[in-house]
């Protein structure tokens, strides 16, 4: 619902700048700088997405972690998306989102929210866990006490072993001859 409102209120917004905009210079001039600005931003979209990729290749074969290429990507396709919709206001923010000082920020916030998500997920989950085993009337994994005793074995306890068994050489087919008889 908030997202629904939130894209209600941009959507206002982003039509009264432009008639804002169309008063102050006119149709004409406002049309010329919605093609411009979508015109610089796929060409930037385009740039950071080539080098965002090779990043990525980059950290591949390195075999480490891709994680802020895949953030950048993520990024970067949603300023594609805002570039693409008719906007003064959205262009500016998918301009933004293109720069890579921009995306350094976003990124940082983008990884606290998810550790967030995910640390909130893990608690919900251990909670759950929990109340189930409770509802059966059993302890938590970890609550479990079993009885036993522990029986430790000793060189002084094993048999002594006598080594291997030791057996007669075999003889191999090589070394008779065809009629049966030893080769010398």
């Known amino acids: 619902m908030q997202i629904l409102a939130l894209l209600l209120v941009a959507g206002v917004v982003e039509l009264a700048v432009l008639v804002a905009i169309g008063q102050a210079i006119g149709v004409l001039p ?4 919605l093609v411009a600005a979508a015109v610089l931003g796929s060409w930037l979209l385009r740039w950071q997405g080539r080098r965002t990729l090779q990043e990525f290749r980059e950290a591949t074969r ?9 953030s950048d990507g993520v990024l970067i396709a949603a300023a594609g998306i805002l570039i693409i919709l008719p906007g003064f206001l959205s262009d ?26 995910s640390k909130a997920m893990q608690d919900q989950m251990w909670l759950h866990t929990q109340q189930a085993y409770r509802r059966q009337g059993a302890t938590a994994p970890g609550g479990d006490v079993i ?11 094993e048999p002594a072993a006598a080594g291997p068994e030791l057996l007669p050489p075999q003889r191999s087919a090589q070394a008779e001859r065809p009629d ?5």
Do not use: F, N, W, Y
């Open 30 to 33: 406002t049309i010329g700088l």
């Open 62 to 70: 390195q075999r480490r972690p891709p994680e802020r290429e895949l």
């Open 92 to 117: 500016v923010v998918g301009l933004l989102c293109l720069l890579p000082p921009v995306r350094a920020v976003l990124r940082k916030r983008m990884l606290r929210a998810a550790e967030r998500r």
């Open 147 to 157: 009885d036993g005793e522990v029986v430790s074995v000793t060189e002084d306890d």
């Open 180 to 184: 049966g008889r030893p080769r010398r």
